[in-house]
Each structure stands twice: as C-alpha cells, then as structure tokens.
C-alpha cells in the first residue's frame, strides 16, 4: 500500500466535500465594495429613454456589503432626491438591489444627472453617477412614398394621396406616441386633422383625397412626451390654372423634352446645308 496516494486521496474527498462553502467565502471576501445605478456611466454619451414613459421602479445594485451594513440608499435626479428601498439579495455576488418609487421620464431632449448615494456603517458612502435623456422623435413623413419635411414643395397631379410617418429612433416605437396627424388647409382655410393608422412597430400609414383643386398647406405633427412636434410642412398646389384638368408635372415635363428632344436629332439628320453660290 502506498501511504501517499491514500493521503492524497483523502485531502481530495474532504476538499470536495467542503470547496463550495470555502469558494463562496472567498469570493464574497474579494469583491470590492461599490454601488452601480442605472444608466450610461459616460455624461458625453447618455442613455437615451422614451419621453412621458413611468417605470415602475429605478434600480441601484450596490455590491460588497451585507444588508445590515447599509443604513441608507438615495438617488439624486437633477438635484431632487428619493430614498431607495431594499429589494433582494443575490448570494452568487453578494449583490443587494434598492428600488425607487415609480419614476416619470419628461419631454423631448430633457436631460437627468443621477447620482446615487449609499451610506453604511462599515465602509462610509459609495457613489455612482449616471446619465440618461428623453431621445428625440426622430422620423419623418412621406406623401406618396416620396419623403416630405418642413421645407418640401410638390404639386400633385392626383388628388388621393398616401401618407406615412416613419420613426427612425432606435429607441422609440408606435408605443410612445400618442398620435400621427396632418392638418389640411387650402389656402389660409382650415379643412381638416387627418390622423394616420399605426402600423406597429415604426410605422404610421394612411390615405387621403383632396376635395377640390386648389393650392393646399399639408403639416404633419408627431404627438410625443406630452407635446405636438411638426414634422412637414408642404403647400402641393393641385389642379389650379387648368379647369380642373390633369395638372402639369415632372412625368410630363420629362415627356415633353424627351419628344423634342426626338424631333430636333430627327431633323438635325435629315436636314441638309444649302449650296453655296460660286
């Protein structure tokens, strides 16, 4: 019998019998005590978040300390501070969650400085800073699948027009706006509100004929953390100048060069140079 290996192998069976236990202490024994909230650590790179949404809760992890040890947890949202509640612990890190009541985000571009604070008795205070802002309500319009913003002109040779609204944010969707519209007006006259259908979920569709000719004044808003943001704004003359008949257009213009364009190469080879007189 070899007295070694029988050693040996009884310091392996009674190391993995009790490695869990000794692993677990020494892993809570190494971890350096911090707090982390949520949101983007970097002030030149906030984390972008819908306007007008609640969430239920804010959460702030803080790490390296028992439950007992903490006598306060507070974050500070652009100066107005709320206390954070004890939520749970996680055993695999020693990882303790506070929660904050629920919490309102506000209107486009509003930016928050958050800045969380815990307090205990065996470490002093751990702070985290972070940084969020309502994102905008990036998009745009179409009218007839050609797309129309604040400076668009057109003129119309067909009075049924499609309309679309796109959201281009990669944060927001149909969800955070309240509505899609366009106001018609002819001349200085206001006809109508026109509201599109949401198309879920970045998409807005909808269709609408003009009543009559005439010159018509098309603005598009987006309805968005409590506010109307225009989005377009066109005037699309249709029909005006010609009794009602199919007005001029881009398609015709091109036909018209095109013919002529035609007939003078035609003459230019047919043509020939007159004598000249000796």
Not at 59 to 78: C, D, K, M, R
Not at 160 to 187: D, M, P
Request: aromatic fraction near 12%; include cysteine.
């Amino acid at each position: 019998m070899k007295l070694i290996y029988l050693i040996i192998g009884s310091l392996m069976l009674l190391s993995a019998q009790f490695l869990p236990s000794i692993m677990a202490v020494i892993y809570y024994s190494t971890g350096t005590p911090h707090c982390s909230g949520w949101g983007s650590k970097d002030p030149a790179n906030p984390m972008q978040i819908p306007g007008s949404t609640t969430y239920d809760q804010l959460a702030l992890v803080v790490v390296g300390v028992q439950p007992s040890e903490v006598t306060s947890a507070t974050v500070s949202i652009n100066g107005v501070v709320v206390t954070l509640t004890y939520s749970a612990t996680y055993s695999t890190e020693l990882a303790l969650t506070y929660l904050s009541p629920p919490w309102t985000s506000g209107s486009e571009g509003t930016s928050y400085t958050m800045v969380w604070t815990v307090q205990t008795s065996t470490v002093g205070t751990l702070t985290d800073t972070t940084y969020l802002k309502v994102a905008a309500a990036e998009g745009y319009f179409t009218i007839n699948g050609v797309k129309a913003d604040t400076t668009t002109k057109m003129r119309v040779s067909n009075p049924a027009l499609s309309f679309g609204f796109y959201i281009t944010s990669s944060v927001l969707t149909t969800s955070n706006f309240a509505e899609v519209y366009v106001q018609v007006y002819k001349g200085t006259t206001y006809l109508e509100t026109y509201r599109l259908t949401a198309s879920p979920p970045k998409n807005y569709t909808g269709s609408y004929t003009l009543p009559s000719t005439g010159t018509y004044t098309l603005n598009g808003y987006v309805s968005y953390a409590g506010k109307a943001i225009q989005k377009m704004s066109i005037v699309a003359p249709y029909g005006e100048g010609d009794g009602g008949g199919v007005p001029f257009s881009v398609t015709s213009l091109q036909w018209m060069l095109g013919l002529s364009g035609l007939g003078l190469c035609g003459y230019g080879v047919v043509a020939r140079n007159p004598k000249r007189r000796r």
